[in-house]
């Protein structure tokens, strides 16, 4: 049995994610995700990308955010991203991401994690319930168009 080695993203891991991102729906250029990468590892320690390493190759994939509320006492923890190779499913990678984030988010304090996924991934919703996680409201979404695009155009 391989071992899984959990470990925080650098931007050299670009060209791996991006074939992870793409399963996910969100197609980017190694380019871009480096860029991207960039911006998210500035806001650390409350947001992190971890990834899970077989045998020395990327497998999976977690976006990590910590969101304070006005709400909560505490930051809310939220995996908005999760992403497993599909050799790799139930091979326990995706498991090992998200304990590695509750540890994250537990470490800052957090008392919450919510996982965020599109209603085309059925099959991780199982996954999520599996590990303990509920279905709790419903995620409503809007895409912004910026306020000179029209001068764009």
């Known amino acids: 049995m391989s071992t899984v080695v ?3 993203a650098t931007p050299d891991d670009a060209p791996a ?36 390493s077989v045998d020395g190759t990327i ?3 977690a976006a990590l955010h910590g969101t304070p509320t006005l709400h909560r006492p505490t930051v809310v923890g939220r995996v908005t991203g ?37 209603a085309a991934h059925q099959p991780a919703h199982g996954f999520y319930r599996h590990l303990g996680y509920e279905d709790q409201g419903v995620r409503f979404a809007k895409r912004l168009v910026p306020p000179d695009a029209g001068a764009r155009t």
């Open 6 to 8: 959990i470990r925080d």
């Open 17 to 52: 994610l991006a074939p992870l991102l793409k399963v996910l729906g969100y197609p980017a250029s190694p380019a871009v995700i480096r860029e991207r990468l960039g911006r998210l590892l500035a806001g650390a320690p409350v947001d992190r990308v971890l990834v899970a």
């Open 82 to 118: 999760l992403a497993v190779s599909a050799g790799r499913h139930g091979s326990g990678v995706g498991r090992r991401l998200v304990e590695a984030a509750e540890a994250h988010f537990r470490a800052l304090g957090a008392t919450r994690m919510e996982i965020t996924s599109g």
């Open 59 to 61: 497998q999976g994939v």
